[in-house]
């Protein structure tokens, strides 16, 4: 790592540090968001209902392939970090190019085992033979994309964690504008439907995988990928999947959720209900990844002043962290909350049965927001300073050990609105967890702070 960033990492006020390194990833992963929300918007106007359905039936087996990316690109992006902080650059790049090789061999196998497996799967995350067609049109395309996308988004994140922000935003920005553009002119203009969604979606994400690739062999990079890095070792591909677990984890669970959602809305509600959810979902994704922008700013400064042991700095980049992500759930909570319908017909202006569970809907599912800000910046501080098992347990609180009984049992009771309680319940019953280890961790943290060791 060049010293000047180095410098950078361990002497910078916190505070303009974090606004250096958030508003490129926050851009970054709003245009990213902007994936999916794109092509419902699309979809939705251009197709109709069903399809918007059908899409939303496609979105577990995504969050699926996601889930890869994350456990390579998150895990190998806090690795790297850590060994920055460390002074060891040698690690650090042979953790670089582990990663990469990982990356296309995960994206191979996803590829053929999602083609084996895409029809069951489909069928058991609420596909029926009105919305099937359409799925499987828009998945197979998908799947073919599997190693531009888990390559892309995983080589994006280690460049934000080698201390270059901007670069990461830049390349989000490149390929979500080559998505956009591209969603109308296959979906409209040529009639492709579904097909051209996904087609644009595929296409944007190879144009990632390259610039990201040619970012790691240009003089931008600090870290270099080097064929003497990529001959895979047992001892760095193990550093990174511990740490990778956590967000992975996270990513099963919620396709496992979403997959339990449309089934359960299926059952209670129709077809129409699984459309609702998947305009939910796309709103909660971008609020979210609000959030996470705030984790992917302050992920490379913990890690780095938590492996050169400069916890003052630890803390406060941790409070202003929670601070910021608060902020941003309330303000979001206060929006929705206000103007839901607008939120709905953007995705859909002339189906009033959507327009009226969506509405109701999202009001529910989104009435604990202001604590998630909480609950997502604490679970990823025990990520960001190599603390996988905490992390893994705290992430997969409120996606498996709260929701998914929450999901079976309360719509026994209240119907399709024990669906939509099911989030805001787990949301609060996982905070209230949450709070306890962030107690006890801050203790430890001051401990640190006044030389008593880890």
């Known amino acids: 790592m060049d010293s000047g960033r180095s410098k950078e990492l361990a002497e910078k006020n916190i505070a303009g540090l974090m606004w250096k390194f958030f508003w490129p990833a926050f851009i970054g992963v709003t245009v990213n968001a902007l994936y999916n929300v794109v ?18 039936v496609v979105f577990p087996i995504m969050i699926l392939v996601a889930a890869f990316g994350m456990l390579i690109g998150i895990g190998a992006g806090v690795r790297i970090s850590i060994n920055l902080g460390k002074k060891e650059f040698n690690l650090a790049e042979r953790v670089l190019g582990n990663s990469f090789i990982l990356m296309i061999i995960v994206g191979l196998v996803v590829t053929a085992i999602g083609f084996m497996v895409k029809t069951p799967m ?10 099937i067609g359409y799925a499987q049109d828009y998945l197979n395309i998908i799947l073919l994309g599997s190693v531009f996308q888990v390559v892309g988004f995983s080589l994006n994140n280690i460049i934000r964690s080698e201390g270059s922000p901007r670069n990461a935003m830049l390349s989000m920005i490149i390929c979500s504008v080559v998505n956009v553009i591209l969603n109308p002119i296959f979906i409209f203009w040529l009639g492709m439907g579904v097909k051209g969604s996904a087609l644009a979606t595929v296409i944007s994400q190879f144009i990632l995988m390259v610039w990201v690739i040619l970012h790691f062999t240009s003089k931008r990079s600090v870290l ?7 001959k895979l ?8 999947v511990t740490i990778g677990m956590a967000p992975f984890a996270m990513q099963i669970a919620g396709s ?44 490379p400064i913990i890690g780095y002043n938590f492996g050169a042991g400069n916890y003052s700095r630890v803390r406060e980049t941790w409070d202003i962290g929670i601070k910021a992500g608060t902020i ?4 979001a909570f206060i929006l929705i909350e206000l103007f839901p319908g607008s939120v709905i017909r953007l995705f859909n202006h002339d189906d009033p049965q959507l327009y009226e569970i969506g509405i109701h809907g999202i009001r529910i599912f989104l009435l604990m927001l202001p604590l998630v800000g909480f609950q997502v910046i604490c679970s990823n501080y025990f990520q960001s300073i190599g603390k996988a098992q905490i992390s893994l347990f705290l992430t997969l609180l409120r996606q498996v050990i709260f929701l998914l009984p929450l999901l079976t049992i309360l719509p026994m009771h209240y119907g399709i609105n024990g669906i939509w309680m099911a989030s805001p319940i787990s949301d609060f019953i996982s905070t209230c967890v949450v709070f306890i280890f962030f107690r006890i961790e801050r203790k430890k943290l001051h401990q640190m702070e006044m030389g008593f060791g880890k």
Do not use: P
């Not at 339990?260 to 998947?278: C, P």
């Open 224 to 230: 270099k990928l080097r064929f003497s890095n990529m």
């Open 256 to 299: 496992l959720v979403q997959a339990t959602y449309n089934t359960q809305l299926i059952k209670y509600g129709a077809d129409v209900a699984v459309g609702a959810m998947g305009i939910i979902n796309s709103v909660a994704i971008l609020i979210v990844m609000a959030v996470i922008s705030i984790n992917m700013a302050s992920q």
């Open 233 to 240: 070792d047992r001892f760095v591909i193990w550093q990174i």
């Open 39 to 56: 092509d419902r918007i699309f979809i939705g106007r251009g197709v109709g209902s069903l399809a918007l359905s059908g899409l939303s």
């Open 328 to 331: 941003i759930s309330i303000i």
């Open 122 to 131: 489909l069928r058991s995350f609420g596909a029926n033979d009105q919305t």
